[in-house]
């Protein structure tokens, strides 16, 4: 059974860095992150395969950054230049199988954490 626990979440004014981890047990493939907003579905922001290739939504792309410590089995996500429109629960994700190219839906990841608070104020 694997498990992820997010953390590094937080309140922070617009423009400012957050940086999300994600501690994984057990076996991971496709990891990614998916920012949740109340009363909205979840949305796909990043993506890391196992073999390091990286998928960006265009909305955060150059701004976000998304990394992995294969060693010690933890995503990261670097988030530069907050906007308030970005205030959501962060959750993290992955696969139970090797996937290529990694999938941008959230119906496509099997395991989920309980996710981590990110708030941004203007």
């Known amino acids: 059974q694997v498990q992820l626990v997010e953390s590094g979440g937080g309140s922070v004014q617009s423009g400012g860095p957050l940086r999300l981890s994600c501690a994984a047990s057990?076996?991971?493939?496709?990891m990614a992150w998916f920012p949740q907003a109340p009363g909205q579905s979840r949305e796909f922001v990043s993506a890391?395969?196992?073999?390091?290739?990286?998928i960006y939504a265009e909305s955060v792309r150059g701004r976000f950054t998304i990394s992995k410590d294969n060693a010690k089995n933890t995503l990261f996500l670097q988030m530069n230049s907050l906007k308030p429109e970005e205030t959501a629960m962060y959750y993290c994700?992955?696969?139970?199988?090797?996937?290529?190219?990694?999938?941008?839906?959230?119906?496509?990841?099997?395991?989920w954490g309980q996710g981590t608070q990110v708030n941004v104020s203007s």
């Open positions: 994700a992955t696969t139970r199988a090797p996937t290529y190219p990694c999938p941008q839906m959230d119906h496509n990841y099997e395991y």
């Open positions: 890391i395969s196992t073999d390091g290739a990286l």
């Open positions: 057990g076996a991971t493939y496709c």
